[in-house]
């Protein structure tokens, strides 16, 4: 396959949990479907598009960043709702969302067409997007972007030790244990969006995976598929 890695900044962001009802709490990473929207925004892609264009590409985590995380009252505007043939008067409703604060990623993304690969590398270069580019919500421009890897080559392997975000497919937790002399709590998300499906004009989750957010090596007892750079060992989804 065929990939590059490149760097995304902003000052805030948001990737939604559907799993979470009190609030819309946020996963302190971006799952593939929302990489994929990203590349789309930069090519111009229709929504049909990035969904269909999704598994066929494959993206790793080698690197996430924040500086905490807060609580904000975000008021969204609702449509007043139909009455006979009148609608009632449009209002606002206070929403409570768990924003990240400065958030930062490298992301790497693979696919076998070397052409189109090239073309998002041009893009980023000269910030040549069809569409702004986001870090999950809208209202959350991506201030900073840059490239990280050009265009290289690369195989798919068995790995044991992985650095970054870890991913699994489905929803069993991988077996592992730390390389540290003090281990840090690892963070375990299960029922990941992995990819979506358009049911009418509303997006569905089609594919989950597991999630292991860890800031130090680990040990798998089962390989999982990824890619080595650089000396390093990321897992892809």
Known sequence: MWGISFKIKSTFGHFRNPYTTTLKQTYPFPP???????????????????VNETEKFKIAI?????RGKLIE???????????????????FRPERFELLLYPEFELIILNDSKDLL??????????RFEFPIFMGKNEFLISQIRMTKELFETEIYEITTPLGIVFKEGNKIPEFF???????????????????????KKREQKDVCVALTTKEPIKLKEPLDGVKLDGAEYTII
């Open 32 to 50: 593939k479907p929302t990489v994929i929207g990203i590349i789309g925004a930069m090519l111009g892609w229709d929504e049909k598009t990035v």
């Open 62 to 66: 080698p690197l996430w960043l924040n």
């Open 73 to 91: 009252f975000t008021f969204v505007f609702g449509v007043g709702k139909l009455k006979g043939k009148s609608r009632t008067q449009e209002e």
């Open 118 to 127: 090239t073309e998002i590398e041009s893009r980023i270069k000269e910030k």
């Open 178 to 200: 730390s390389l540290s002399d003090k281990p840090k709590p690892t963070q375990v998300f299960i029922g990941v969006p992995k990819s979506l499906k358009l049911v009418g």
